[in-house]
């Protein structure tokens, strides 16, 4: 619950369920925690967010995820790059279309991107974002599960090397992805996915 991440944070029992004890009446979200675990480092997501809001009194029960489907898909990345994308990307994700981007020159200043980051449209844009990792199987085809119907963006990074002494740099790649809500069965092919350059 976003009212204290901590206080609410609770795990399911052996039957899938979770339990919420003594949860404020009050406009609440139910949010799905991602949690990657790296080398060095740990990171926390937001995967799934939905709205309640409890009564007085009252006993809430939801059912969540049951409109959700496994997407799979297929990468191509542009031909100039000579990359493999089921062999050579460092990682993909489906994420919320962005609320926008900053130009370019406001992305090298600092202060510039601070200004643009709180801006109150921009904020609560980047709060309603949800985001899945893909997952790269051993047949070439990166998946996601329990993926809710709309639209999506396919994104990645990818570390270019720079000429010279220069350090290297990371460009971001992707592309719009759709998963429809009256799709049949529980798994959903978008077939290949063309990445192109982000702005």
């Not at 799979?72 to 000579?82: I, K, Q, Y």
């Not at 980051?117 to 997952?135: F, H, I, M």
């Amino acid at each position: 619950m976003e009212l204290d991440p901590e206080a609410y944070r609770v795990a399911s029992d052996r039957n899938g369920r979770f339990v919420f004890d003594r949860v404020l009446p009050v406009n609440l979200h139910l949010v799905r925690i991602s949690i990657t675990r790296h080398p060095d480092v740990v990171t926390i997501g937001r995967m799934q967010r939905y709205q309640v809001e409890p009564r007085p009194g009252q006993t809430l029960r939801l059912e969540v995820g049951k409109d959700t489907r496994t997407v799979r898909l297929r990468v191509r990345l542009p031909e100039e790059l000579s990359l493999d994308a089921s062999r050579q990307l460092p990682g993909l994700s489906l994420e919320s279309p962005r609320p926008g981007r900053p130009p370019r020159q406001v992305r090298q200043q600092p202060e510039a991107m601070g200004a643009w980051y709180w801006r109150p449209e921009v904020r609560a844009a980047l709060y309603e974002r949800r985001g899945w990792p893909l997952r790269l199987t051993a047949d070439g085809v990166w998946e996601a599960h329990e993926v809710q119907p709309r639209h999506w963006m396919v994104r990645t990074a990818i570390q270019m090397e720079a000429p010279g002494p220069a350090a290297d740099t990371w460009e971001y790649f992707e592309a719009p992805v759709t998963v429809p809500a009256d799709a049949e069965g529980e798994v959903v092919d978008l077939g290949e996915v063309l990445l192109q350059p982000a702005d």
